[in-house]
């Protein structure tokens, strides 16, 4: 990953956690307990994937949520966004947050929280933006899952319910002497 968009994904975190901190502000932290906690886990799961190649940037990421408040000038270079798992953990985080946003459309507080929001936007669209030249399918990804995150959760709900009755299927196709547990 670059800088330019090592600093956008800082700042996209930043966005998230001024979002974390007006719901808090405004004691509706119960409201959308589930889904922060989500954004959090998917967040430091993102960070820990990423702390091995670039520990500024795993920093800069954990900070920025924990809103330490500090510009942090990153000289990343190491995260390599072709790697499926720093890919998919940056898609998933997105996703999240797009989730939280769809809950607050859903309950008509999108307004109460309409700068935060505003602003994250921006800057998952500026990540997108960013990446679409190197990495054009992950930009696309991350472009579908903030617009519709919940059909992007149904589709990886369906692929992961076919991973299992597939694995099913086979653990249940033979047994340790060879025959079927249908033939028994």
Do not use: C
Request: hydrophobic share 45%; charged share 30%.
């Amino acid at each position: 990953m670059d800088r330019p968009a090592a600093n956008l994904l800082v700042e996209f975190v930043e966005a998230a956690a001024l979002l974390r901190r007006d719901i808090e502000e405004r004691q509706a932290l119960d409201t959308y307990a589930g889904r922060m906690a989500r954004i959090e886990q998917k967040l430091v799961a993102l960070a820990e994937q990423i702390a091995p190649l670039d520990p500024d940037l795993a920093g800069g990421v954990r900070s920025a949520w924990q809103g330490a408040g500090q510009r942090l000038d990153l000289t990343s270079g190491g995260v390599n966004l072709a790697d499926p798992a720093a890919a998919t953990l940056l898609v998933a985080f997105v996703e999240k947050v797009g989730l939280l946003r769809r809950d607050m459309q859903q309950r008509k507080a999108l307004d109460t929280y309409g700068v935060p929001v505003a602003q994250i936007e921006q800057k998952v669209s500026a990540l997108a933006e960013h990446l679409s030249p190197d990495h054009p399918d992950l930009a696309k990804q991350i472009r579908s899952v903030w617009q519709l995150p919940a059909r992007s959760l149904a589709f990886r709900n369906a692929d992961h319910q076919k991973a299992m009755k597939q694995a099913d299927a086979a653990a249940g196709d033979a047994t340790d002497d060879g025959t079927r547990e249908d033939d028994r």
